[in-house]
Structure formats: C-alpha cells, structure tokens
C-alpha cells in the first residue's frame, strides 16, 4: 500500500518483562474508509530483522458500493507482504500480475529497481459491501538484492504449512516455524507466522532467529509474568527462548529474521540503503519513468513532503 510513515513517541510504550526490549503501541491513522495502525517504523525502533513497515489494516466494514481503492504507486528497495484475515483485495502491478488476494494467503511483491501496483476492492466484494481486516508490512531488502529485477509470488491458503496441537493453530507464512518451512522464496533469512491461541494454551518462539517480535492482533497474552493487550508490539532480547500465554483467545504475527547489514532509507513508499537512490526514484515516478499497472489509467502523484 501507500503510506507516508510517522514515528513518534506514544504514552503506554514502556516495557518491564526482562524478555522485552520494547513494546510499541501502535499509531492509529484514519486513512478514509478504514482505520490503520502502524507499529513500524518507529522512533526507538526503525527494524525488527529486515521489517521496517508493519500496519494493521481494520478491522473496517465498508458498505455496499464501496470499497478500498490504492492507486497505482511505486516502490524500490522491499518486498511487500499482503496478509489477510478476512475480506479480498485485488492485487494488479507492472510486471502484468492480477491477483485476487484472499484471507491466509501469502502475497509476496519484490520491488527490486521499481514496481508500481494498486490495490482495491474487488468488484463483487465492492458491490456487496465486505470486512477488511489484515496485515500490511514491507521487508527491506539486502544491499545485494536492492537493484534486483521486480517479482511477484502468490501463495494460496492451503499452499503454506498448517500446525495445529490442541489450542494452537499456525500458518507458516515465511520462513520455518514449529517444525514447518514455507515454501515461499525470500532473498534473506526472515519469518512470518499466523499464531491463534486458546485462552490458557501455550506456544515457544524459540531463538533461531536474530531478531523476533510479536504482534498481537487480538486478545491477550502473557510472557514472563507480563500481560499484554492487542494492539501491542513485542520487541524481545535476542538469544531467549519465550513462552506465550494466551490469557485470553489471542490472535499473533510471529516475525523477524537477520538483521541488515546498515541502516536504510525510508520515504514515502522507497526505502534503499542510499539517500541518491531515493531521490532517483522520486525523479523516476515523478516523471512516469516507472512501468503502468495493467488495467489502470489513474495514480497516487509524488507527495510534495
């Protein structure tokens, strides 16, 4: 999607688990018909791995006749990941990709040098009114992999790996977790995993990642004799191995990998590891340098800040 990121402070943003090195309160931002909130970038946190965006999107219901409408927009230097809970959105880019991206699907776009893509409503969930609830993050790429040629993969539902143990169910959306490996190919070492946990049920987020978070959805949960509501994210110490307690049901994303080898760049939707990089692609949108999305005429302009 297209964002203009802020990161500043928020009152609640303090942590007392010894497991923890942060918790973020996410920002909330009514973008029109849904609200958003941003966890990533944040003032005292710009990653977690190789995460540098991470928004909430909804829940919002949109009524009958309308609808989420993203106009064409750019990016270079990330990957984008689409992850829904409910509702559909349809996903068009410049390397002629059409696809319609359903509840637990993996939708990877690699922007590389440059891609542009909208996202909207799809016309029966446009004509019937729908819940949007989801999951909206962006990995930056390694320096090696900036420049590389856009690609885009889609992963159904029932293509990524399930674990199920009682109260816990996981979809293994990147990466390997509970004994799962996705399937989906990534040019770094990061996860992604959907947890849902009964209220009283337990799940490990073991160390063999460098840098992990959580992201609680919904409910709340316990780690290390701490409670934590939804929305919160959970910066933990490396090296540790962490128990989650739901207190109540909870709904989590699991994330993180190796960090990056430097700081990077964010502005509007570019983010590179150099600043020159970002003011050629403002100059490359600006002047319609970028490949069109198939199937649209319209598009977000260069902001002017």
Same mark, same amino acid.
């Given at each position: 999607?297209?964002?203009?990121?802020?990161?500043?402070?928020?009152?609640?943003?303090?942590?007392?688990?010894?497991?923890?090195?942060?918790?973020?309160?996410?920002?909330?931002?009514?973008?029109?018909?849904?609200?958003?909130?941003?966890?990533?970038?944040?003032?005292?946190?710009?990653?977690? /791995?190789?995460? %540098?965006?991470? =928004?909430?999107?909804?829940? $919002?219901?949109?009524?009958? @006749? *309308?609808?989420?409408?993203?106009?064409?927009?750019?990016?270079?230097?990330?990957?984008?990941?689409?992850?829904?809970?409910?509702?559909?959105?349809?996903?068009?880019?410049?390397?002629?990709?059409?696809?319609?991206?359903?509840?637990?699907?993996?939708?990877?776009?690699?922007?590389?040098?440059?891609?542009?893509?909208?996202?909207?409503?799809?016309?029966?969930?446009?004509?019937?009114?729908?819940?949007?609830?989801?999951?909206?993050?962006?990995?930056?790429?390694?320096?090696?992999?900036?420049?590389?040629?856009?690609?885009?993969?889609?992963?159904?539902?029932? /293509?990524?790996? %399930?674990?199920? =143990?009682?109260?816990?169910? $996981?979809?293994?959306?990147? @990466? *390997?977790?509970?004994?799962?490996?996705?399937?989906?190919?990534?040019?770094?070492?990061?996860?992604?995993?959907?947890?849902?946990?009964?209220?009283?049920?337990?799940?490990?987020?073991?160390?063999?990642?460098?840098?992990?978070?959580?992201?609680?959805?919904?409910?709340?949960?316990?780690?290390?004799?701490?409670?934590?509501?939804?929305?919160?994210?959970?910066?933990?110490?490396?090296?540790?191995?962490?128990?989650?307690?739901?207190?109540?049901?909870?709904?989590?994303?699991?994330?993180?990998?190796?960090?990056?080898?430097?700081?990077?760049?964010?502005?509007?939707?570019?983010?590179?590891?150099?600043?020159?990089?970002?003011?050629?692609?403002?100059?490359?949108?600006?002047?319609?340098?970028?490949?069109?999305?198939?199937?649209?005429?319209?598009?977000?302009?260069?902001?002017?800040?």
């Amino acid at each position: 999607m297209s964002w203009l990121p802020t990161d500043e402070p928020q009152p609640g943003d303090r942590k007392s688990c010894e497991a923890l090195e942060l918790v973020v309160v996410p920002r909330a931002h009514d973008i029109g018909n849904m609200e958003v909130r941003r966890a990533l970038p944040y003032a005292k946190r710009r990653m977690v /791995g190789p995460f %540098i965006f991470l =928004d909430q999107m909804g829940p $919002a219901d949109m009524a009958p @006749g *309308s609808g989420m409408d993203v106009r064409p927009h750019p990016h270079i230097g990330l990957a984008t990941v689409t992850y829904l809970f409910d509702g559909a959105i349809m996903h068009r880019d410049s390397l002629g990709n059409v696809e319609e991206i359903l509840p637990g699907a993996m939708n990877l776009m690699t922007a590389g040098r440059g891609i542009a893509h909208s996202e909207r409503s799809p016309d029966l969930q446009r004509r019937n009114g729908q819940r949007v609830y989801g999951i909206q993050s962006w990995v930056a790429l390694p320096k090696a992999h900036e420049e590389t040629a856009p690609s885009f993969q889609h992963f159904a539902a029932d /293509g990524l790996p %399930i674990v199920e =143990d009682g109260n816990i169910r $996981a979809r293994v959306i990147a @990466g *390997s977790a509970f004994g799962a490996k996705s399937h989906v190919t990534t040019l770094s070492d990061w996860f992604y995993v959907d947890v849902s946990l009964g209220a009283g049920a337990t799940a490990p987020l073991d160390p063999d990642y460098e840098e992990r978070a959580i992201y609680i959805c919904e409910g709340e949960i316990e780690v290390a004799g701490d409670r934590f509501e939804a929305p919160r994210l959970l910066v933990l110490r490396p090296g540790d191995r962490i128990t989650i307690k739901a207190v109540r049901d909870a709904r989590m994303m699991f994330l993180g990998g190796a960090a990056l080898e430097g700081p990077r760049y964010i502005w509007w939707n570019f983010v590179s590891s150099s600043q020159e990089r970002i003011e050629q692609a403002k100059e490359d949108w600006k002047q319609g340098r970028f490949d069109k999305v198939v199937g649209e005429t319209d598009f977000i302009p260069l902001p002017d800040k």
